[in-house]
Structure formats: structure tokens, C-alpha cells
């Protein structure tokens, strides 16, 4: 029946291992099926056969190949995504537009066994008690995926909720080769672990994290917190601030130990001597934390209070701070006789009175792009990252006031801060 549904009898032979294929797939199929209570493997059967009986079999290769008169294999490097000299942009161009044209998808399963790759690269994280808040964040495996797909590869996650499910699930990724690589996300102390085992079985991973002092040698990516921590503190000193304060999260994470060394690196750098403890503060993420310790510090000597502030905690912080200060009718801002603020915030950091400086793009997402095209880019081609260490710095930027200072009082519903700053105006 099948030979006679086939349009050419010598198509037979490619037809007869597309059904292989779609038999194994229809078996996993089966399997997942069972756990599931789906028959999958029926329907898979079915849309096979459907597309045989009425010749609407998957567009190949080497119909592109025949339809440009050029050969198969030029054809598989330019659908490959990967650089290849052989292949020039126009014809890249060509083999592209003909291949939108005639409807072609890439046959993952055909693509895999030629080549011996999965196609894939797994995201691996602890649910560990110890993770911050925040540190991973649905956005970071979103750009990664994002990422990945343009070089034609898929991510999958792998959760797991103890260290010894982490070990067992990794060794069991390895040797199974169902992911061409694998990144490894979360607070450096879980890392650490799972780095070390992926490196004595051999397997080609990237993390995310601080490890370049302990070891220096794995494909890493994160943000440059000394060097973020380092442009604050100078940008407050030349507009001629000395008494420069820090606010910091309340945490042992490594990333808020290191912009705590950086600002008091610069500090002592500018200052020739390391900054004063009274002006280095660790606030809760609420609002009310940092104005708490505003209140600390506005109540000390005038010769020996702050009138800038480095900040390392994000955006409650910059809302604390403002806040405080408003009540006692002053304002954020570079200008003579305003309190001056640079540092970390949110993606989009905006100011309810004044203004002042932070840094864009230091949402934990950005890392996810980072880390494929600095590192996963060269490891899946089978070269070495021309940088290990991968650190990010972004650019500072002045921050988005909404002039409420400039507004008769409004009425505000919603958010702790909304209502503190109704209260404020």
C-alpha cells in the first residue's frame, strides 16, 4: 500500500526511512503517551501517512539544492546558521528566501543523526533555599532561548530541589547527550558543585556567576560590579562630593560583596584613605529601609554627614532616599546644594523629584543573551571563548523625573511607595 501511495518508485527508499523516523518518534511518543494519557502515537502515525497519501511530504534539502542548481551541501551549511567562508552572503541570501518560499522546516530528528548534535542546550539551576530573590528570574531563560533560536537551537530547563538531584540529573544529562552544552545558573556557592562535576566528566557548560579568582578557567558571565560601583563613586566625586555614602542589600551574596569592594576601592582610590563606616549602610529591598537609614544619616554633624550616595541596592533604595528628603524639602539632583545619587536601579529608572544616575540594562535577562554570544556561541562550534571571563559594565544614564516637586498634591492608591509619597507632596 505504501509503495503505491509513493508518487516514484525510487522515492521509495527516502519515503521508507522517513517512516523510521516517524516510527521511532511515534514510539517515544507512545511512551510520553502513557505517562500522560495521550495517544500520541496515533496521531504521529496518522499525520505521517496523511502527508504521504496526499504528497505534501516535508520540503528537503535537496529540492532547494535542485530548484537553485547548486549542491546539497552547500544548501545544509547556509540552513546551519553557522559562519561558514565557503558560503557567500549572496547566495546565504538566496538558499534563505527559496527556502521561505518552498516552505522549508529544518527535520530536527534527520539533523541529528547526521550530524551527531542535539540541537539543544540545557539551563540548569538549584532551587536552593540560599537563592536570592530575584536571581533567577524567568526573563534570563527567555533571552537565552531567544538567543539560542536565531543560531537554530532550543533550550531546555532542568530544575532540580537538592543538591543530590542536581549531581544525579547532570550525570544522567551527560551521558544520555541530549544537550550540546549546558549552562549553569544561580548563586555561586550551588554552582560550584555542579561546575566541578560537569568538568571531570568532560561536558562543554558555561555558568553564570563570580568564579574567576577560585577558577578562572571556566566560561563565565556577569555583571562588572567593582567597575559599576567604581563609575558612581567618580562621577559623584567630580561634581565635587567627598562625603560620598553607600547603600547595600543586607545579604552574603558574592555580587553584593563585590560592589561593596568596589565602592570602597574607588573610595580610597579618590579619598587616599578607605570611607568612613558611619556612611555605609545595608538596607532591606523596601522603601522604608532606606529611609530609615536617610534619617540616620540626615541626623549626624553637618561636617560630617553624607551629601552623596553610591547606590548598590536597586530601586527601593533610590525611592527611600528620595522620600526622606522630600519630607525635609530637599531634592535628588547634581546641582549646588541637592543630594547627588549614582548607581544601580531598574531597568528603566525613573524619580519622583530630582534626578540622578544609573545604570540600564543591569536586568538579570541581559546575562542570558551575554552568555550566548560571548560563550555558548564559540562552544557549540567546538572552539575556545576568546574570553573566559565574560563581566559586563553598562552605560550610565540620567534618570527620568516625573517633577511631582513642581505638582499640588494628587491623590495616589496602589503601591507602599505611592502612598508614602502622597504623603510626601
Known amino acids: ?68 542548481k547548486i549542491s546539497r551541501s552547500l544548501v545544509a551549511r547556509a540552513l546551519s546558521n553557522a559562519t561558514d567562508s565557503r558560503v557567500s552572503d549572496i547566495t546565504r541570501a538566496r538558499i534563505l528566501e527559496t527556502a521561505r518560499e518552498l516552505g522549508y522546516t529544518a527535520n530536527d530528528a534527520a539533523r541529528s543523526l547526521s550530524t551527531g548534535k542535539s540541537y539543544s542546550v540545557a539551563f540548569v539551576y538549584l532551587n536552593s533555599p540560599t537563592l536570592h530573590r530575584g536571581q533567577v528570574q524567568s526573563n534570563s531563560m527567555q533571552t537565552c532561548a531567544t538567543a539560542l533560536s536565531q543560531l537554530g537551537y532550543g533550550l531546555k ?23 550540546d552544552a ?10 560550584e558543585p555542579q561546575a566541578k562535576l560537569l568538568s571531570s566528566l568532560g561536558a562543554r557548560f558555561a555558568v553564570k556567576g563570580r568564579h574567576e579568582v577560585e577558577h578562572p578557567d571556566w566560561p563565565q558571565v556577569d555583571f562588572d560590579h567593582e ?26 551574596d558574592v555580587f553584593a560583596q563585590r560592589l561593596l569592594e568596589g565602592y570602597c576601592s574607588s573610595m580610597e582610590a579618590l579619598s587616599g584613605a578607605p570611607p568612613d563606616c558611619q556612611l555605609v549602610a545595608y538596607v532591606e529591598p523596601t522603601p522604608e529601609s532606606a529611609i530609615e537609614n536617610m534619617k540616620r544619616w540626615l541626623a549626624m554633624p553637618v561636617h560630617t554627614r553624607p551629601t552623596a550616595a553610591v547606590i548598590g541596592s536597586g530601586e527601593h533604595a533610590w525611592i527611600g532616599i528620595e522620600l526622606e528628603l522630600r519630607r525635609r ?97
Open 329 to 425: 524639602g530637599l531634592l535628588i539632583g547634581d546641582t549646588p546644594g541637592r543630594f547627588a545619587v549614582a548607581g544601580i536601579g531598574c531597568t528603566q529608572q525613573t524619580t519622583f523629584f530630582g534626578q540622578g544616575h544609573f545604570f540600564s540594562s543591569t536586568d538579570i535577562g541581559a546575562l542570558g543573551t551575554a552568555i550566548v554570544h560571548h560563550l555558548l556561541v564559540p562552544i557549540l562550534d567546538g572552539r575556545e571563548p576568546p574570553r573566559r571571563v565574560v563581566r559586563l559594565c553598562p552605560a550610565m544614564h540620567l534618570t527620568h523625573s516625573h517633577g511631582l516637586h513642581e505638582i499640588k498634591p494628587m491623590v495616589m492608591m496602589g503601591t507602599t511607595e505611592e502612598k508614602i509619597c502622597n504623603e510626601v507632596i
Open 1 to 68: 500500500m505504501l509503495l503505491l501511495r509513493t508518487p516514484h518508485y525510487r522515492e521509495f527508499l527516502p519515503y521508507s526511512l522517513l517512516a523510521v523516523l516517524a516510527v521511532k518518534n511515534a514510539i517515544i511518543s507512545l511512551k510520553r503517551g502513557l505517562d500522560t494519557g495521550v495517544n500520541t502515537c496515533y496521531i504521529d502515525l496518522v499525520d505521517w501517512l496523511t502527508g504521504v497519501y496526499n504528497n505534501t511530504m516535508p520540503i528537503t534539502q535537496q529540492e532547494i539544492a535542485d530548484r537553485l
Open 182 to 191: 549546558i549552562v549553569l545558573w544561580g548563586q555561586e556557592v550551588d554552582v
Open 227 to 252: 567597575g559599576m560601583m567604581d563609575i558612581a563613586a567618580r562621577h559623584l566625586w567630580g561634581l565635587g562630593h567627598r562625603r560620598i555614602a553607600y547603600v547595600g542589600y543586607r545579604t552574603p
Open 157 to 179: 530547563i532542568n530544575i532540580f530541589n537538592h543538591d543530590s538531584d542536581t549531581s544525579a540529573g547532570l550525570q544522567k544529562l551527560v551521558a544520555s547527550r541530549a544537550a
